[in-house]
């Protein structure tokens, strides 16, 4: 419990599992990847006109970073946002789309020690990186650059919510090599 100024007490919410986690870390971590999402929502949305599904999981994302309680909404359209990516065309547009699905799916992150969680806090970094290399001519140290810039935005609560699990799992595809640098940048700056 915290006792603010005026003697009130107010209970902080937490999250428990392999380890515990504040709604306010939640918060936190959301923000980072709603950046992120953010960022490449406009690539999705030129790709595919008049879906709505990826900005409703962003819009979802930002009212639980913004103090709402979390709930089905983050779900919902966590779950939308991936079938969009999935039946987008271009690879660009299935990226930011799943993007958008990481930043609503962040409210859930589950407190348990399995690297696939990591990929809900550093995917949409990853997937920005590689849409930047993708627009740039398949350009490697462009996302090298994109990639150097998420790390610079972590703030110390996401590198310590990071620490919690282990580093992510080694992938084959450049997202997965992209997330796989991000995550040990940010580990080595703890």
């Given at each position: 419990m915290v006792r603010p100024a005026?003697?009130?007490i107010a209970v902080m919410a937490t999250v428990s599992g392999d380890f515990e986690l504040t709604m306010s870390e939640l918060r936190e971590v959301a923000r980072y990847v709603a950046e992120s999402a953010q960022e490449v929502l406009p690539v999705f949305e030129e790709a595919v006109p008049g879906d709505p599904r990826?900005?409703?999981a962003i819009d979802a994302a930002w009212e639980f970073v913004n103090g709402a309680k979390r709930t089905k909404l983050q779900r919902v359209t966590s779950l939308d946002a991936h079938r969009a990516a999935k039946e987008a065309e271009a690879e660009t547009a299935r990226l930011a789309a799943r993007a958008a699905g990481d930043a609503a799916a962040t409210a859930y992150l589950h407190p348990i020690a399995r690297a696939t969680q990591v990929g809900h806090i550093l995917r949409a970094a990853a997937s920005a990186a590689r849409i930047s290399?993708?627009?740039?001519?398949?350009?490697?140290?462009v996302?090298?650059?994109?990639i150097e810039r998420a790390r610079r935005r972590a703030t110390p609560t996401v590198i310590a919510v990071l620490s919690r699990y282990p580093f992510a799992p080694t992938g084959k595809n450049r997202t997965a090599r992209l997330m796989n640098v991000l995550d040990a940048s940010l580990r080595a700056s703890d």
């Open positions: 005026g003697g009130k990826p900005r409703a290399e993708l627009n740039a001519g398949d350009d490697p140290s996302g090298d650059l994109h």
